[in-house]
């Protein structure tokens, strides 16, 4: 199979020319996601509950590593400090619009509550950023659902796996389950401490990291 | 957009290391296809009678290159996802004589080793031992140099980024280059075997 | 052709030899489009590039903190390959290089070109050869430290993906291989 005119190696030498040629013509990619926005479409979204995600489904999203997201604290410097969800990077609305993530990176947004992260969203997503998500009910909304949830003292057989995984969970980032009955929390369920805290303890600063995924992955050599 | 797959949150971090296994499999053997195995192949790009490591490695790039950049195009990998390592200026540039120089010494580079190493070629193991014993010695001097090693930080950046042209246009440029190449090194190939082997080999 | 290969490498004890007679290497073209299509490969799937130093860095790291935690615990170069709590060694590089092993003993097994031997330079001794095959592995090893990856990693991967320090890492490679050749002929010609 010869071509007369050229051999294999100087076809595919001019096929990658061609291409070379044709990338002249084309779009960068890396901008490939900015464009304008279309005022009904934000509108739309801004109504829809899907921006939201609930604390204890990052909580599993952050155990199981799989997933890319960027985790931001949009509280001050010193909240940020004093305690704050693992990996999660501590921006000013203002670090964000000055473009400190990519467009394409899903971004999980969470603040003292929902307010300051909503103008966050509505800001970013301005911006064309693809996806931007805010932690439901914000720091406040992972302490009480993720590291000191609620678990009614009875629980049916059919519920108990359920409240087995949010218990594992809790304990996975270094807080407490705590046993209520009728809305009266009764014990803190714990199976390293013995002193018994009446009040709601404090989440601390230095919570054990999570298994395995004290750093972001590696990526390069 | 659906690609990177791994970072769209397709699969788990177990699947990726089977994932790499197999990515690692082609690696290899297309390596040893062209003849990377052998240190003499590899060593002599640099007295210019066989310049398959120049042709092979700018025709990988080219490759892969072009790949990126049209799938980034059609929408179909998300190009601002991939990883890219970030620039120290003048570490790399040390660090590439360094290597340019255990080249000509061992004939090797560490990745060419290792699949030398699994065609048995023994000098290809004791390079892989002293890549080994490189990166120890790396290790223990690290605290010492650690301030040169981050010194030159810039980042990601990118060919097109700094010299402000479109990507496009980079991308033209480097495969019209390439495609220079090979046509000049095809033509130092010839002048060069005949040099050293007296148009015998 | 194949004929006076079977031929010639009949008194090879390799009892492959006999059903793999020895075959020429690939076209270069073919075998870079082979290895550009791996390396988009990872890109797409993975959405990160190939490499090896990597990997020994790992291990070296992993070694080192078996032998000597304490002394792995206090510096940052090992502590970057070593997870708190996971095996260090479940890394995708290390996993990738295993891969390497067994694709390279593949491809050279059905081309006959598996057998124990050294490669070098007609005019120097096996000795010298796997002394200096030692010390270029060393520089090697370094030097990947330094630039944050080695040909795979840096010259490959960054190479297609148009980033600068690998396009300025992979034209320091060239110069100072270009740079010392001469001096060092003896061992390849």
């Known amino acids: 199979m010869r071509c007369p005119v050229m051999n294999i190696n100087q076809r595919l030498g001019l096929f990658a020319i061609l291409l070379g040629i044709l990338a002249l013509f084309t779009k960068d990619p890396t901008k490939a996601s900015m464009g304008r926005i279309d005022p009904n479409k934000l509108l739309l979204e801004t109504h829809s509950t899907s921006r939201f995600i609930e604390p204890f489904d990052l909580a599993e999203k952050i155990i199981s590593g799989t997933q890319y997201f960027i985790l931001v604290d949009l509280r001050s410097e010193k909240e940020y400090e004093q305690g704050t969800i693992p990996f999660a990077i501590n921006l000013s609305v203002k670090d964000l619009m000055a473009g400190a993530l990519q467009r394409n990176q899903q971004i999980v947004l969470f603040s003292d509550d929902d307010t300051k992260s909503l103008n966050a969203w509505l800001a970013l997503k301005s911006l064309d950023y693809k996806n931007v998500f805010i932690l439901k009910g914000g720091y406040k909304g992972w302490v009480d659902n993720v590291l000191f949830p609620k678990i009614p003292a009875e629980v049916s057989q059919n519920e108990k796996e359920k409240y087995e995984k949010i218990k594992q969970v809790s304990l996975y980032f270094g807080g407490k389950p705590l046993l209520v009955s009728e809305g009266k929390t009764l014990e803190i369920q714990s199976p390293v401490t013995s002193s018994v805290n009446t009040q709601l303890p404090k989440p601390s600063v230095t919570s054990p990291k999570p298994a395995g995924k004290a750093k972001p992955k590696r990526e390069g050599c | ?201 | 052709m194949e004929e006076e290969m079977k031929i010639e490498n009949g008194k090879e004890k390799a009892f492959h030899r006999e059903y793999f007679p020895e075959k020429p290497y690939w076209n270069p073209y073919f075998a870079g489009i082979g290895l550009g299509l791996v390396s988009l490969s990872a890109f797409v799937i993975m959405g990160r590039g190939l490499g090896a130093s990597g990997a020994i860095s790992t291990i070296v790291a992993t070694g080192v903190a078996t032998i000597a935690p304490a002394h792995a615990s206090g510096n940052e170069f090992y502590q970057n390959y070593l997870s708190t709590q996971e095996n260090p060694l479940k890394d995708w590089l290390v996993f990738e290089v295993l891969g390497v092993l067994v694709g390279g003993f593949v491809s050279g097994l059905f081309a006959g070109r598996v057998k124990i031997k050294i490669e070098k330079g007609e005019r120097i001794s096996n000795a010298t050869r796997l002394v200096f095959a030692v010390i270029g592995g060393m520089l090697m090893g370094f030097g990947a430290k330094l630039a944050g990856g080695c040909t795979s990693g840096q010259a490959l991967t960054g190479g297609a993906l148009l980033n600068l320090g690998s396009w300025l890492f992979m034209l320091s490679v060239f110069a100072g291989g270009y740079l010392i050749a001469y001096f060092f002929r003896r061992l390849w010609i």
């Open chain 2, 1 to 201: 957009m659906i690609a990177p797959f791994y970072k769209f949150g397709l699969f788990g971090e177990e699947l990726s290391l089977i994932i790499a296994f197999i990515i690692g499999i082609g690696f290899g053997f297309f390596l040893e296809r062209a003849g990377f195995g052998s240190a003499r192949k590899l060593a002599a790009q640099f007295y210019f009678y066989d310049m398959t490591v120049f042709k092979v490695m700018f025709t990988a790039i080219v490759t892969a290159m072009l790949g990126v950049y049209f799938l980034g195009v059609f929408g179909l990998l998300d190009v601002n996802l991939i990883y890219y390592t970030p620039t120290y200026i003048v570490p790399q540039i040390v660090g590439g004589f360094l290597l340019g120089f255990g080249f000509i010494l061992g004939g090797y580079c560490p990745g060419t080793s290792v699949v030398s190493t699994s065609v048995g070629r023994i000098d290809g193991l004791f390079f892989l031992l002293g890549v080994f014993l490189g990166i120890l010695f790396y290790g223990e001097v690290y605290p010492l140099i650690s301030d040169f090693v981050h010194s030159t930080a810039m980042g990601k950046q990118t060919l097109y980024g700094v010299l402000h042209i479109p990507y496009g246009v980079v991308v033209f440029i480097v495969v019209v280059i390439a495609v220079g190449g090979f046509a000049g090194a095809s033509y130092l190939e010839k002048v060069f075997q005949k040099k050293f082997f007296g148009g015998a080999k």
